[in-house]
T-cell receptor, first 114, second 117 residues
Framework: NAGVTQTPKFRVLKTGQSMTLLCAQD?????MYWYRQDPGMGLRLIHY???????AKGEVPDGYNVSRLKKQNFLLGLESAAPSQTSVYFC?????????????FGQGTRLTVV | AQTVTQSQPEMSVQEAETVTLSCTYD???????LFWYKQPPSRQMILVIR??????QNATENRFSVNFQKAAKSFSLKISDSQLGDAAMYFC??????????????FGTGTLLAVQP
């Protein structure tokens, strides 16, 4: 089925460890986004990309890095995990123009940093 | 920068009754889209309804309808004949109608809706 796939679904990290979350979409969408969801704070944009090879900072980019080497993939990296990064992470993709379609979301990744 | 505000952290409604969730937004753009997303306990994000800013007519999808007040920058969601399956977190979202690097999908903080049997 077409859609957005996030890997992994769950992860527990120790403080200071690093990890990469993978987001893959097969809809040829130009835009991809990474959000974190925390209680009472909604979905906050971490980084986003408007095309292959381009990324931009969102609302809460500190402590995260991203890369979009291929149009279908958007990677979110944590170089040195901190307990404050415990959250549920969502990836989403959209066409460049809203008139061409809606946003699709991955199923989320629950990350716990201990 | 655009912002989306949901001032009701939690709401409750009796089954079969009607409930309205509030959303306000701030933007200087004239071309944009507004959305309501539903997030059940499964964490899946489900699009409920979408409104184009250039359309004066309020969007409707079965039991879900919006009250779009462009001048007031208000975008409320009305759920009629509430069902137990409507219980979820509801997010209001904004997206620019223009392409380019500033085109982001921005969310409010959400409203947790409980449906009482």
């Amino acid at each position: 089925n077409a859609g957005v796939t996030q890997t992994p679904k769950f992860r527990v990290l120790k403080t200071g460890q690093s990890m990469t979350l993978l987001c893959a979409q097969d809809m040829n969408h130009e835009y991809m986004y990474w959000y974190r969801q925390d209680p009472g704070m909604g979905l906050r944009l971490i980084h986003y990309s408007v095309g292959e090879g381009t990324t931009a900072k969102g609302e809460v980019p500190d402590g995260y890095n991203v890369s979009r080497l291929k149009k279908q993939n958007f990677l979110l990296g944590l170089e040195s995990a901190a307990p404050s990064q415990t959250s549920v992470y969502f990836c989403a993709s959209t066409p460049a123009l809203v008139t061409r379609g809606e946003a699709f979301f991955g199923q989320g990744t629950r990350l716990t940093v201990v | 920068a655009q912002t989306v505000t949901q001032s009701q952290p939690e709401m409750s409604v009796q089954e079969a009754e009607t409930v309205t969730l509030s959303c306000t937004y701030d933007t200087s753009e004239s071309d944009y889209y507004l959305f309501w997303y539903k997030q059940p306990p499964s964490r899946q994000m489900i699009l409920v309804i979408r409104q184009e800013a250039y359309k004066q007519q309020n969007a409707t999808e079965n039991r879900f309808s919006v009250n779009f007040q462009k001048a007031a920058k208000s975008f409320s969601l009305k759920i009629s004949d509430s069902q137990l399956g409507d219980a979820a977190m509801y997010f209001c979202a904004y997206r620019s109608g223009y392409g380019g690097a500033t085109n982001k999908l921005i969310f409010g903080t959400g409203t947790l809706l409980a449906v009482q049997p």
